[in-house]
Every structure is written in C-alpha cells, then in structure tokens.
C-alpha cells in the first residue's frame, strides 16, 4: 500500500486560496502552486522552503526559490502571519463614504500613528448600513486584526461584546457605542452648534435656518441639540419654520435651500450641520445679490478661500486620538473606556457675519 500524501495544513491551504484570488483578480499573478510545480516539490515544501522553516534540504530550498524567482512569485504576508498562528499588524477602519473629506482625513490620522508603532491601516465603507457594518467586522475579525476602529451606523452594538471579550480592542469614532464599553474618540458637536447659533444671534438674525443630516444620528442630534440650545436661551422662536432635518447629501441639500429661499419671508442666515450640506448651500447662494449669512459645521478645501464661516475641529487629531488609544489596548492596557472630546472652533471668515438682509 503506498504512504498516504501529508495533508496540508489550514494556513498553506490559505495561503494557496489567497494566491489563487490574487491570480484571478491581478491579472495573472503567480501562484504557490506553480512554484511548487516549477521546483518538482509539494505545496507544503514550498511554503516551508519560502517561508525559511527548518528540514527542508539546502538544495530544495534553493531550488523553491529559483521557481520562485523566475516566475516573479512574492510571499502572501497575510498567510505567513497566519500559517505562523499569530496576529497580523493590520487595524481595520470601517466608516462612511472615504470620498467625503472628513473620513479621509480622519483615516489619515490613523495611518499617521499606526505607522509609528509597525501597524498598518486597513479600511472598508459601512454605507450608513448596520447589516453591512457587521458583515464587515467579521471580515475584519476573521483576518485576525489587531485592533478594529469603527463609525458605527448601527444603533446598537452589544454584538460586538464577545469578539472584545476575546481581547480584540475596539474603538469608537464620531459616535459613541450603545450597549458596549469601548473607547471612543468624539466632536464637542453641541458646544460647536451652540457657538454657531449664538454667533448669528450676535449679528442680529432670528429667521435663522437649521438644515441637518439625518436626526437619527448621535453626532447630528447633538448638532442640533446645541443649536436649538442658543435660541432658547435667547428666547428665539423665529427661527422653527425653517427647520429641516434629515438632508442628507449636496443634491437634497440644494433642494433643501432653494425651498427655503423661496419662502416668505426668508431665513436671513443659514447654519448647515455638515461640509456636504454646506456644499449645497453654496451652489444655490452663489451669484445672489445679498445672501443670507452662513456658517456651516465641518472646515473643508477652499472655505477660507471662498470666506466660508465654519465650526471647525481636527478630523486628523481624530484618527490619531482613535489610534492612540487602539494600541494603548494593544499594548495591554486594560483599564476602563475612555472617551475624548475633539474640541471645535469657529472660524469667522465673511459669510456667517453678514447683516440681515
């Protein structure tokens, strides 16, 4: 009866599923299996071979790497990192739409400080869905990442408790975890809206427009929470017939102001509570003879150039702040979750100090 073939290993069947994708997806890349082939050895010897694990004999070695180097074969480092049984150095992000300037930048901050402590930044979009959201931590959790940074669109995330358990740190960013213990790193949103909503009450408005992203959202409630907080406490009503919420992207934004600027009377200002509504606010304001003062809350390109007033904060301190305090969990500590606040400034620039009309 002859010998039974050695059964490989999950991890060399990994790294052969992997170098299989990336054979499909990268235009032909060269595989283990070929290696193996070209070198006349199994999958398993080559793996080891490459991989520089001991009994494998000097001239079998080489003969793996010559294969390996005629045919441009380079090593999986995911697979070595798991066929190894440790950890990799990647940290996931999940977040919003990386097109929109605040989670790129936030996603910079990030990779800023991962880089420092040898770690690498790994990021996927969650769409603002909460099925998706959780279809992606798995992914994250099941490639073993060090750490898992995450905007969260869900409302609720108890389901993350166990994986946490499991000593996979998580780190929350612009909205803080409901029914999970977790660090997170967050925008003073109130006291920027507040100070927004107090600084057009200085110039003399009343009829002053809020036109908000979706409500259901924690940093947007608190937006117009502090919003609504300065007109109270300046005993303001006037500004309620030109409330509008859940706007939430440039298309339902210019909508959205064009309505209101056709009103009567009209808003003589404007505070949008993020730079994709601020965005639109701009295309319907511009080339109007006397516009109504805005300010919107997010800095973005080219509003100093423009004369933008904005609520601004630091999206890059952000991801630092988020990073710090995955690799601190890294690292071993254990201590309870912590938050930070990201403070804001407003930066008056011309349009939020404009006279009403």
């Known amino acids: 009866m002859s010998a039974s073939r050695p059964m490989e290993r999950p991890a060399e069947i990994f790294e052969s599923v992997l170098d299989t994708f990336h054979d499909d997806a990268a235009g032909r890349r060269p595989t283990l299996t070929q290696v193996a082939a070209l070198a006349g050895v199994s999958l398993k010897t080559a793996s080891r071979a490459l991989n520089d694990e001991p009994n494998v004999a000097e001239a079998t070695g080489r003969r793996v790497r010559e294969a390996a180097d005629k045919l441009g074969y380079r090593i999986n480092g995911i697979a070595r990192e798991l066929r190894r049984g440790a950890t990799s150095a990647l940290v996931g992000l999940i977040s919003g739409d990386l097109t929109n300037p605040f989670y790129s930048a936030v996603a910079s901050g990030i990779e800023r400080e991962l880089r420092q402590h040898g770690l690498q930044l790994v990021t996927a979009n969650n769409d603002e869905d909460a099925e998706q959201e959780q279809a992606l931590v798995d992914a994250f959790l099941q490639r073993r990442v060090r750490a898992l940074l995450i905007v969260p669109s869900g409302e609720h995330h108890d389901y993350l408790a166990i994986e946490g358990n499991r000593g996979v740190p998580f780190v929350f ?136 007033t904005v609520v601004a904060h630091d999206p890059v301190a952000m991801g630092r702040e988020a990073a710090r305090l995955a690799h601190e969990r890294i690292s071993g500590f254990r201590g309870p979750a912590r938050t930070v606040t990201i403070s804001t400034t407003l930066i008056a620039r011309g349009s939020g100090e404009r006279a009403p009309g």
């Open 173 to 308: 960013l612009d909205r803080p975890p409901d029914g999970l213990a977790a660090d997170a790193v967050l925008i003073d949103n109130a006291g920027g809206a507040r100070a927004a909503g107090e600084h057009l009450l200085s110039k003399g408005h009343r009829r002053i427009a809020l036109v908000a992203d979706l409500a259901t959202k924690v940093p947007q409630r608190g937006r117009i929470e502090g919003f609504v907080h300065a007109m109270e406490a300046a005993g303001n009503a006037q500004w309620k017939p030109y409330l509008r919420t859940d706007v939430h992207d440039v298309h339902r934004a210019e909508e959205t102001v064009r309505e209101l600027m056709a009103l009567e009377p009209r808003p003589t200002a404007l505070f949008t509570t993020n730079n994709r509504l601020t965005t639109g606010a701009l295309r319907v304001l511009h080339g109007q003879q006397n516009p109504p003062a805005l300010i919107g809350f997010d800095d973005f390109d080219l509003a100093d150039v423009i004369g933008t």
